[in-house]
């Protein structure tokens, strides 16, 4: 199998891996860096996000074998010790239910406020549709994503 | 039941303390089997260890808290409200407190269950002795080191004072109260004191959560632990017939490919790796049983419904009558698909099986079920078998069923390895113990602009409503009254799924008395409250709700909802339904973009009695009326020559933020003991907006899911 170096949470890292193989299964199995979740494996539900070079991803439908000269960060790293604006945010408005798919919430919502510092409701909405909550926690994702908003 | 029941209550049966040789003190106790009189502990205190209690409380030196929540966690809450109770009654900061998951072995320990919305139900009073009973142990020891009498004392937030003023924390004295005499009577608080309870408690969880530490299911992995991905029949009603595993060995990273049963097991050193070598088998199916599809489960029910095959489970009066009587009878059948749970966290389990023991670890809604049905599996003796639960990412029933720990089991039993057997999407889409598909025919009579007769009839694939159900609303409340059952048995595996039975019943039986409301010309709501008056003081014990509860609970929606005071432009939706012990009314406002129904916000009450955690009380409720809404507005699932049709999230609809209302939930205020609220806020959703549907269309939705309904729907064009 072959080699490839990639940078992970601002570390440069080794693995070996199909070149096929899924960013999501290499962070998980390889790189033990579970907090990325198995949700569908078809890019449908989001919980598998996570940021290259600051673009919220689906890291089930990237290859390890195209992600060369890029900054990968996962939910391990978006901050040093949890205090992201918006996983304080999470934690302000106790956001989680059953807490699987919240790690690729917090991703989307965090690559989302990067670019948009002031959204409006709808563009809040917008943004997010792309993750599935199961629980149905979307009242408080959405308020949570606003005063996230706030302290960035 | 009231909130200070305190009798027959023997402590010295359920509780056990010992000195921990770290330090601190170690409080054992039963918390489901506490308040039974037949609970026996053992004498010797050495014995004290996970075999006979599922729940402890350790108090160090330093009185830092620790309490092992004994529950499974699937997202419900009970990880933080059960502690929460016994940290009210031990009269600790919250602060102070660290909740840790029990870790549970199968010899001789409890029934632990998540499911039914029971746990804060059954657990309130045994937690909140337990909690006070300790606290008393404390007091007692501060007692004795000052030579005073322990009513003179007074202990609050983990500090006991004398008369004196003198202070001692509780880790200066639990040496001494471990070796104490368990009290026979120990003083619970009034609920005006309660500083824990009723104030937000943030999930115990949240730090892990947001910063993705393992925690799940699919999360655990131990050294040389291999991924299982496992082939079943792809249709109910199939068997294996013949397999090629050439292709599946040669992937990178297969180590091995095992048949058992009608399944066939891949097993490599990563999941992706497991997942492509299962892709890779070729594999023929025969003929075990026929393949069944919705058309035709479609026509059986309704068969059944024109049928006379009925089991009745309850009657009351004469409907017979009633029908023949009166001034008009009105009939409408409900329909619903087959659901699968989905829930986030694709079914996984770890096994280890070895000569010495079973290791078992994973999401289980039930440990001990599981356990015993491994150890008969496998030949083995229970109390050979260590299990340990996972958080759960979510549970909605699916992991009740335990299939996927035998599985684990069963293939680490033929691979002598560790394995941990990890669903796909679409494995755990098709592999599923669905929601059954149900129909409800209702007809009622009306006579002098009353409703005078009421038939409900059931037709399910492979069950029917259990227990109180055909006693719910509207039962003692229409003076002819039957409900009957009919069944259809099937070889698609099905199972409870969020609020069983009632998840689609309540939509039934609320859109119809929407229907009757309009038919009488009465307000939806007034309807209601006029007929819960004929069971407010009912002397029928197989009545279970509460006619008095269900009304306060009604009117407090109809005035945070501004019922029939709402703006121009939008359109409001009643129901109400009482399930797992709970009472709910809701309310969905609905407005129209270009035609099309925008379900904007819902505001619910609910009456769950003492309100633990409110913010966690809030979550439950938000979710399940949106869970709810979602699978009524867009859950479709049917099958063909015994296949799934639908297999991903690209084809099979969850609601999503786009199409979220806003949730108000109010509380009724009161002091009768808790029950839960992983279930009742989810029934009378649907029947809420399809009424809300209704004003706005004047379209009467009799099928889920709604969405098929309005694009079919003419006024649509």
Redesign the interface.
């Known amino acids: 199998m072959p080699n490839y170096t990639l940078n992970v949470n601002g570390k440069q890292v080794s693995v070996t891996a199909d070149a096929d193989t899924p960013l999501l299964w290499v962070l998980r199995d390889e790189l033990n860096l579970v907090g990325t979740k198995f949700g569908c494996g078809i890019a449908q539900c989001g919980a598998c996000t996570v940021h290259i070079d600051g673009v919220a991803t689906r890291s089930c439908q990237i290859q390890v074998s195209i992600l060369d000269n890029t900054k990968i960060t996962t939910i391990e790293g978006l901050s040093k010790d949890g205090n992201h604006p918006v996983q304080e945010a999470w934690k302000e408005i106790d956001v989680p239910q059953c807490g699987y798919c919240q790690a690729g919430q917090i991703m989307t919502a965090s690559a989302f406020l990067a670019e948009n510092k002031n959204p409006s409701e709808e563009e809040i909405r917008n943004a997010m549709h792309g993750n599935i909550c199961r629980c149905a926690s979307y009242n408080r994702i959405e308020k949570a994503v606003k005063v996230a908003s706030q302290k960035m | 039941m009231k909130l200070h029941k305190n009798d027959n209550f023997s402590r010295r049966n359920f509780l056990k303390t010992s000195v921990l040789a770290s330090g601190g003190m170690l409080i054992g106790f039963n918390f489901l089997t506490a308040c039974k009189p037949e609970a026996k502990m053992p004498v010797d205190i050495a014995s004290l260890n996970f075999n006979d209690f599922n729940a402890f409380i350790k108090i160090s030196d330093e009185g830092y808290v620790t309490i092992f929540s004994p529950n499974p966690e699937?997202?419900?809450?009970v990880k933080t409200s059960m502690p929460m109770i016994i940290a009210e009654e031990l009269d600790v900061e919250w602060k102070t407190v660290t909740v840790a998951q029990g870790i549970l072995d199968t010899k001789n320990y409890t029934r632990q269950v998540a499911g039914g919305s029971q746990s804060i139900r059954q657990g309130w009073d045994a937690l909140r002795q337990t909690g006070a009973t300790a606290k008393q142990m404390l007091v007692n020891a501060a007692a004795k080191k000052w030579n005073v009498d322990a009513t003179t004392l007074k202990a609050s937030k983990g500090i006991i004072t004398n008369e004196k003023g003198e202070k001692l924390g509780y880790g200066a004295v639990v040496k001494e109260a471990a070796l104490l005499e368990v009290p026979e009577k120990a003083q619970l608080k009034e609920t005006k004191d309660f500083t824990i309870i009723g104030q937000?408690a943030?999930?115990v969880?949240?730090?892990k959560?947001?910063?993705?530490?393992?925690?799940?299911g699919?999360?655990y992995?131990t050294e040389g632990m291999l991924?299982a991905s496992v082939l079943r029949p792809p249709a109910f009603g199939q068997k294996l017939d013949t397999y090629d595993d050439a292709k599946a060995k040669a992937v990178?990273?297969v180590s091995d490919v095992l048949k058992f049963g009608d399944k066939i097991a891949v097993l490599a050193?990563?999941?992706?790796?497991a997942m492509k070598g299962k892709k890779a088998l070729s594999a023929t199916w025969k003929t075990d049983s026929k393949a069944e599809s919705t058309e035709k489960h479609d026509k059986i029910l309704n068969k059944i419904l024109d049928g006379k095959d009925f089991d009745v489970r309850r009657e009351d009066g004469n409907i017979k009558k009633a029908f023949s009587t009166a001034d008009k009878v009105i009939e409408r059948t409900y329909n619903s698909p087959f659901l699968p749970h989905?829930?986030?966290?694709?079914m996984n389990f770890y096994a280890d099986v070895t000569a010495d023991k079973i290791h078992l670890v994973g999401p289980i809604q039930t440990p001990q079920w599981t356990a015993n049905r491994v150890a008969k599996l496998l030949e083995r003796k229970v109390d050979e078998i260590h299990l340990e639960m996972t958080?759960?990412?979510?549970?909605?029933g699916r992991r009740l069923y335990g299939d996927f720990a035998l599985e684990a089991a069963e293939i680490s039993n033929l691979a002598k390895k560790p394995i941990k057997v990890?669903f796909?999407?679409e494995d755990d889409m098709t592999a599923g113990t669905y929601r059954p598909a149900i129909k409800y025919r209702i007809k009622a009579s009306l006579k002098d602009g009353k409703v005078t007769g009421y038939h409900l009839k059931e037709a399910a694939v492979n069950g029917n409503m259990y227990g109180l159900i055909p006693n719910f609303f509207p039962a003692g409340c229409i003076p002819n009254y039957k409900v009957e059952t009919g069944n259809y048995k099937s070889n698609i595996t099905t199972g409870a799924w969020r609020a069983p039975y009632t998840n689609f019943l309540a939509f039934a039986e609320q859109s119809f008395f929407d229907e009757l409301a309009t038919e009488l010309n009465v307000d939806a709501i007034q309807l209601r409250l006029d007929l819960l008056q004929n069971v407010k003081n009912t002397d029928d014990k197989r009545i279970e709700y509460s006619g008095q509860r269900m009304e306060d609970t009604i009117k407090l929606v109809r005035e945070k909802s501004n019922w029939g005071k709402n703006a121009e432009g939008t359109y409001q939706g009643f129901a109400a339904y009482y399930s797992h012990n709970t009472h709910v009314a809701e309310v969905a406002e609905i407005e129209l973009k270009d035609g099309i129904p925008v379900i904007k916000k819902v505001t619910v009450a609910v009456d769950c009695g003492v309100v633990v955690n409110p913010?966690?009380a809030k979550?439950?409720v938000?979710?399940?009326?949106?869970?709810g809404i979602?699978h009524a507005m867009y859950a479709d699932f049917s099958f063909k020559d015994g296949k799934p049709e639908y297999k991903?999230?690209?084809k099979y609809r969850?609601?999503?933020?786009?199409e979220?209302p806003?949730?108000e939930v109010h509380f009724v205020q009161n002091n009768l003991s808790p029950t839960g609220l992983g279930e009742p806020g989810l029934p009378p959703a649907g029947g809420a907006v399809a009424n809300a549907i209704n004003a706005a269309l004047g379209k009467r939705l009799y099928n889920q899911p709604f969405v098929n309904e309005i694009k079919k729907s003419s006024i649509l064009g």
Request: include cysteine; glycine fraction near 18%; hydrophobic fraction near 30%.
């Open positions: 699937i997202g419900q809450g937000d943030i999930n969880d949240i730090d959560i947001i910063t993705g530490e393992p925690l799940f699919l999360d992995k991924y990178n990273g050193s990563s999941t992706w790796a989905n829930c986030m966290e694709p958080r759960m990412g979510g549970g909605f990890v796909s999407r913010t966690g979550n439950q938000e979710g399940g009326v949106i869970d979602g991903n999230f690209d969850l609601i999503r933020m786009g979220t806003k949730v």
